[in-house]
T-cell receptor, first 113, second 114 residues
Framework: NAGVTQTPKFRILKIGQSMTLQCTQDMNHNYMYWYRQDPGMGLKLIYYSVGAGITDKGEVPNGYNVSRSTTEDFPLRLELAAPSQTSVYFC????????????FGEGSWLTVV | AQSVTQLGSHVSVSEGALVLLRCNYS??????LFWYVQYPNQGLQLLLK??????LVKGINGFEAEFKKSETSFHLTKPSAHMSDAAEYFC????????????FGGGTRLMVKP
């Protein structure tokens, strides 16, 4: 039972580069989320999805894009990396059958230089 | 819309002392409430949750929290702190309509002194 899997765990990007953070869950959850966590701060919602083919903006969506072609996968795309996007990124999914318990991936540490 | 406020971004206690981490929420409908713990350079781990039923909820590692509707609070407690409890703790809320967004508090860093 893998749960929520994120890759890569660590990445250093140069300003202006693009990359995709991968997120996969094997629990058949409809709801998936991307959060970022800045040093000493709480988690801010970037994008979320309530099911395959449906995505919506969260609190801090600028500079990011997402897609949800399948129930399992919810990749996060950074098109033109900026230093302000240096952060830890967490993918998560919710189990509606267990009281909206949220399951987190282990995080992706991204540094933009 | 819902919101969460954690009072105190840093809390320091001595080993063996009571741990009290405060969380207040605002919600237009009955909420689901959660506490998560994050150890350095790791992801978030569920400590405990309140959905319905008993308002005193027991979690892992000896932690518990009590849902007090009249005070809109969900404070986290542990009778006796251990050095291994040093971590960041996050309170979170979602509404009881399934799949709503989880809203996090700003986090409280717990430090445990020997």
């Amino acid at each position: 039972n893998a749960g929520v899997t994120q890759t890569p765990k660590f990445r250093i990007l140069k300003i202006g580069q693009s990359m995709t953070l991968q997120c996969t869950q094997d629990m058949n959850h409809n709801y998936m989320y991307w959060y970022r966590q800045d040093p000493g701060m709480g988690l801010k919602l970037i994008y979320y999805s309530v099911g395959a083919g449906i995505t919506d903006k969260g609190e801090v969506p600028n500079g990011y894009n997402v897609s949800r072609s399948t129930t399992e996968d919810f990749p996060l795309r950074l098109e033109l990396a900026a230093p302000s996007q240096t952060s830890v990124y967490f993918c998560a999914s919710i189990s509606q059958s267990s009281g909206n318990t949220i399951y987190f991936g282990e995080g992706s540490w991204l540094t933009v230089v | 819309a819902q919101s969460v406020t954690q009072l105190g971004s840093h809390v320091s206690v001595s080993e063996g002392a009571l741990v009290l981490l405060r969380c207040n929420y605002s919600s237009s409908v009955p909420p689901y409430l959660f506490w998560y713990v994050q150890y350095p350079n790791q992801g978030l781990q569920l400590l405990l949750k309140y959905t319905t039923g008993a308002t005193l909820v027991k979690g892992i590692n000896g932690f518990e929290a009590e849902f007090k509707k009249s005070e809109t609070s969900f404070h986290l407690t542990k009778p006796s702190a251990h050095m291994s409890d040093a971590a960041e703790y996050f309170c979170a809320v979602t509404l009881n309509n399934a799949g709503n967004m989880l809203t996090f508090g700003g986090g409280t860093r717990l430090m445990v002194k020997p």
